[in-house]
């Protein structure tokens, strides 16, 4: 009879809880609004969370906050997110790692893939895969080659032991039956200096990352997630054979059961400031593309990437069953 009260009580809360939203929604923002970030200061998701919120307070008419919420590679701030309030107050900088990945490899917290509702992508992040500029491989397919006649001679210089950049480089290595040495870094920008320093021979990067050192002629582009007019010769991962995806984004997320007026009015927000030429120019400038994507469809897209990783990571052992 306990159980059955409590349950009760349980379901008489929630539905309370989520009239209390709805009224709320219809008066949204009336205060200030807080995004999260999962990741430190200066990196690519904290830059993409302060550019967004620097032009849609302009729209929402409220001080839109970005907190840096670290640790646990992304877990702690991912897992503070997904507990909040589903009231339109705390957001969500979401991204490959904290969306995707994260649910596959832990379960802390009860974390799964339907834990945030997406409001709508807004960018997304080029990757590339780069050697030192002096070497001989010309593109991806010429390493493969050196790498599979050479096993254990070459050194992936692994950007971090679990963001997606680094998981997706060594799905390639996996999928390619390559046999390389790995060197755990714990950023882009570290792993890209053990290339420079000849510490190792490969690495997978954003192109915030590579994108100065390859104009400068310090590192060779060997292949790139999608086409790139600066770059029009060097080949996609498609072009050269590689299936899966090379690409990373940034979308704006909200806990689950958030109401579906606010998501509305976020998601709106969100497409006209994807249109603003400040907007694209301030996200150009560290080394986004604007891709918009209304949260409906996005979702989708991220629904079928959980499917593909989840596949791949349970073959390589780091999938919690």
């Given amino acids: 009879m306990k159980k059955i009260l409590g349950s009760v009580m349980a379901v008489a809360m929630a539905v309370t809880l989520s009239a209390g939203y709805k009224a709320e929604a219809k008066e949204y923002p009336v205060k200030p609004i ?38 646990g590679g992304g ?13 339109g107050y705390t957001l969500f900088l979401g991204q490959l790692g904290p969306c995707v990945m994260l649910p596959i490899t832990t379960k802390a917290g009860g974390l799964n893939k339907d834990s945030f509702e997406m409001i709508a992508r807004f960018a997304t992040s080029n990757t590339g895969a780069v050697v030192s500029a002096d070497t001989p491989w010309n593109n991806l397919k010429d390493f493969e080659k050196d790498a599979a006649a050479n096993p ?34 714990v950023s882009g920008a570290e792993a890209a200096t053990s290339i420079l320093g000849k510490h190792g ?31 029009p010769d060097v080949p996609t991962f498609a072009e050269l054979g590689y299936e899966g995806n090379y690409m990373a984004w940034a979308a704006i997320a909200a806990p ?9 009015k976020l998601q709106a927000v969100t497409e006209k ?17 604007i891709n918009y994507k209304d949260g409906a469809s996005f979702k989708k897209d991220v629904d079928a990437q959980y499917i593909e990783m989840q596949k791949l990571l349970q073959v390589m052992g780091l999938a919690v069953q």
Avoid: C, H
Avoid at 160 to 181: G, M, P
Avoid at 256 to 264: C, L, N, Q, R, S
Avoid at 278 to 289: M, T
């Fill in 34 to 71: 807080t995004v999260i970030s999962p990741y430190g200061a200066g990196g690519d998701s904290d830059i993409a969370a302060r550019v967004w919120a620097e032009f849609a307070k302009q729209e929402l008419g409220q001080p839109v906050l970005v907190v840096n919420k670290t640790g």
């Fill in 152 to 185: 254990g001679k070459y050194t992936f210089s692994s950007p971090s032991a679990t963001s997606w950049v680094a998981l997706a480089f060594k799905s390639w290595i996996y999928n390619n039956k390559l046999n390389l040495k790995n060197v755990e870094y």
């Fill in 75 to 87: 877990l702690t701030g991912t897992m503070f997110a997904s507990k909040a309030r589903p009231d």
């Fill in 256 to 264: 689950k059961g958030v109401p579906d007026e606010i998501k509305a």
């Fill in 273 to 289: 400031i994807s249109q603003n030429p400040e907007f694209i120019k301030a996200l150009q400038n560290v080394g986004f593309d």
């Fill in 201 to 231: 021979d490969i690495t997978f990067l954003f192109r915030a990352n590579f994108d100065a050192l390859v104009k400068g002629e310090k590192l060779k582009l060997l292949a790139v997630g999608q086409k790139m007019e600066e770059y």
